[in-house]
């Protein structure tokens, strides 16, 4: 799997582009909800300037809205 990432630096500060291109469009049903995830955590630490406490209870169930937006019944 290609994972890519490019970080700008710019006059309103950094600025992350992250993309993980698919294998197939199935994939999305676990990578989707992942996703939300790692970057709420990611978020809450930015903020806190701590760890992350944040657990994923809640996430997987997350997938039946991937599989609506992604059309993918």
């Known amino acids: 799997m290609d994972h890519r990432r490019r970080v700008d630096r ?5 600025r992350a582009h992250l993309s993980q291109p698919l294998g197939n469009r199935e994939m999305v049903r676990d990578v989707g909800p992942g996703w939300e995830y790692y ?3 990611l978020q809450e630490s930015i903020e ?3 760890p992350s406490t944040i657990a994923w209870d809640g996430y997987a169930g997350l997938t039946p809205e991937y599989v609506r937006e992604f059309d993918l019944t």
């Open 10 to 14: 710019g006059r309103a500060g950094d």
């Open 48 to 50: 806190t300037g701590h």
């Open 39 to 41: 970057l709420d955590r």
